[in-house]
Nanobody, 128 residues
Framework: QVQLVESGGGVVQAGASLRLSCVASGGTSSKYHMAWFRQAPGKERELVATIRWIEGNAYYAESMRDRFHISRDSAVNTLYLQINALKPEDTAVYYC?????????????????????WGQGTQVTVFS
């Protein structure tokens, strides 16, 4: 059973940067696809970025490609999300997700139902 614990959220002013972390335990990270999703109040959960752990290849939702960067550190089983130039519309709960490799035929897993394991989320609030 994989457990995911996010941290790094907070209340920040527009233009600031944050780095979110997700520590994975109970499994071998290289055997999983991992991703960051976010959910704003009244909206559906949406993909920010996903990464194939071994290769390090990443895919970003189209609107996230310029200010978001996903990365991982295998030595500490941690997934990161760097967010730069934060905007009020980035206000959301950010979730880390994981699912075993090979569950689906697609190279990247980009929708919530493809992920089996979820963290509790970390709140990011951006004020102008």
């Amino acid at each position: 059973q994989v457990q995911l614990v996010e941290s790094g959220g907070g209340v920040v002013q527009a233009g600031a940067s944050l780095r979110l972390s997700c520590v994975a335990s109970g499994g071998t990270s290289s055997k999983y696809h991992m991703a960051w999703f976010r959910q704003a109040p009244g909206k559906e959960r949406e993909l920010v970025a996903t990464i194939r752990w071994i290769e390090g290849n990443a895919y970003y939702a189209e609107s996230m490609r310029d200010r978001f960067h996903i990365s991982r550190d295998s030595a500490v089983n941690t997934l990161y999300l760097q967010i730069n130039a934060l905007k009020p519309e980035d206000t959301a709960v950010y979730y880390c997700a994981a699912t075993p490799n090979g569950r689906f035929d697609s190279y990247y897993y980009t929708v919530p139902h493809q992920y089996d394991y979820w963290g509790q989320g970390t709140q990011v609030t951006v004020f102008s």
